[in-house]
């Protein structure tokens, strides 16, 4: 093939191939064009992220303003305290160390009081302790000569680290100690090796010693007095709030269960949410715990006095977990390919929702119990509903599993054994998986309230552990839904039976 170019006014080259067809050609753009489009669209780039980044933090604030709050007090905390480094006056009585109190601040400074509070004690027990070790070895390998001095130092770093560190793998130490314990041997360490050049070792360590109760106390007045962030009352209201979870998502389960196999499917996303709310109780185990190991170090607040029983509210937490685990159960149930027939579950239907009404009004009275720090009057009357509730259920499964015996109805010649002869007989061909998967639900929501008395045990204990008042005499509150009796019961299920 034949190729003739031709140049035309200097800006486009055209081709001429053999058909007689041309093709115009673009110039390539230069070097520098494709280097600022490149560098453009790097800016743009990073323009967009750092406003996704902002639009991000803005967000946080907003959701929560306690965090800019924490982020506030530490701002100020550290301006305080940077003023022994800018005064003179403070600054000639610290000395150079004055670095000590800015670096406490910072390792210091957490987001609730009693947290703050926990490793500014630990930092200065560890540093006190560490310190008076460290010049008492120094003092010991002082008089022993030149020659023991460094033997017996490095003796006592050895044996006193590795204990130390040991010490933090007991779980009683490192649940409340663990900072104290990193803290004693970092300063004994270095106060230790530091002791064998510096001649001065008592104001050395007087001065870090001052510098750290300076910054301790600095960072707990703040904590305290500056829109306080108390860690017992964050605990106090994530038990309330988790018990709140579970009473409606126990009944959201029961009564979605219900109504998908009476082909009533009016569950949107909040039915879904409310559901689903057992999850967050499951993954509070760790915060829990956190949160009352802080607590114990805070003093009297709002409505908690000195030694509030914090670690019941842990066996709070265990028994709320338990159901918790149960209602999951109840969920996979709901989601089960083995769906028994419809019939059968509207023999049960009635009762299962009693039951899961009258648990769960067990389990928002004990929220409001304990949110209101009184003793509860009808606690023990809605536990009699449950209770009753309860056995009820457990006849219908009785019931249930004597219409699936026709042999036994037989022998005995009852008008209710001829009524229900029909029934049996039916009863025989449904899957025997749909049968489980029934009573299994059934099952799980009297282990439910089996666990809901544990529940209410011990939030009666924490009642007496904590001296809570007597509440008023309540109304009594019948549950909220319309129970058919039995007999007409039955003979709607007969009915049901016949229709099938």
């Not at 992220?49 to 924490?70: M, T």
Request: net charge positive.
């Amino acid at each position: 093939m034949v190729l003739q170019k031709e140049v035309t006014n200097g800006l486009e080259w055209r081709i001429r191939v053999e058909d007689v067809s041309s093709e115009t050609l673009v110039p390539a753009a230069s070097l520098a064009s494709r280097v600022w489009l490149g560098l453009k669209n790097m800016i743009v780039s990073l323009v967009l992220k750092v406003w996704r980044f902002l639009q991000k933090a803005w967000n946080l604030a907003v959701d929560e303003p306690r965090k800019v709050i924490h982020c506030l007090k530490v701002g100020i905390a550290l301006t305080f305290v940077s003023l022994f480094y800018y005064m003179r006056p403070l600054y000639d009585g610290v000395g150079g160390n004055a670095m000590w109190a800015i670096m406490t601040v910072v390792v210091v400074f957490e987001n609730t009081v009693g947290a703050t509070i926990s490793k500014s004690l630990n930092r200065i027990c560890g540093t006190f302790l560490a310190g008076f070790l460290a010049i008492g070895v120094h003092w010991i390998a002082s008089q022993s000569g030149d020659q023991l001095e460094p033997l017996i130092i490095g003796a006592s770093v050895f044996i006193l680290a590795s204990a130390a560190t040991f010490s933090r793998f007991i779980p009683s130490v490192k649940q409340r100690f663990d900072y104290g314990a990193l803290i004693f041997i970092l300063t004994f360490s270095l106060v230790t090796v530091s002791g064998y050049r510096v001649e001065k070792l008592f104001d050395l360590a007087h001065q870090r010693i001052s510098t750290i109760i300076i910054g301790t106390t600095l960072c707990i007045l703040v904590s305290m007095l500056i829109c306080p962030i108390w860690a017992g009352k964050d605990l106090y209201n994530l038990i309330i709030r988790n018990m709140d979870k579970l009473a409606n998502s126990l009944d959201g389960c029961v009564a979605e269960y219900f109504n998908h196999c009476g082909g009533f499917n009016e569950s949107g996303e909040e039915a879904h949410k409310k559901i689903l709310s057992y999850k967050c109780v499951l993954n509070t185990k760790a915060t829990e715990e956190s949160m009352a190991n802080f607590a114990r170090w805070e003093p009297a607040h709002g409505l908690f006095n000195f030694r509030h029983p914090w670690k019941q509210y842990l066996k709070i937490g265990a028994s709320i977990r338990s159901c918790a685990y149960c209602i999951e159960a109840l969920n996979s149930c709901i989601n089960s390919e083995n769906q028994g027939p419809a019939f059968v579950k509207n023999h049960l239907s009635n009762t299962c929702l009693k039951v899961s009404s009258t648990s769960s009004r067990v389990i928002k009275e004990l929220a409001n119990a304990i949110k209101t720090m009184k003793k509860s009057s009808t606690v023990e009357l809605l536990v009699g509903e449950m209770n009753t509730a309860v056995k009820e259920l457990q006849n219908d499964l009785k019931s249930l599993s004597g219409l699936c015996n026709p042999t036994q109805q037989s022998e005995a010649a009852t008008p209710e054994n001829k009524k229900t002869e029909k029934i049996s007989k039916q009863m025989a061909t449904i899957p025997l998986m749909g049968m489980i998967s029934m009573v299994t639900f059934a099952s799980l929501q009297i282990e439910i309230a089996l666990r809901i008395e544990s529940l209410v045990e011990a939030v009666e204990e924490l009642g007496e552990l904590a001296k809570f008042e007597h509440a008023e005499n309540k109304p009594n509150l019948q549950p909220n839904i319309k129970v058919a009796p039995d007999e007409q019961r039955d003979e709607e299920t007969v009915k049901t039976f016949q229709k099938v």
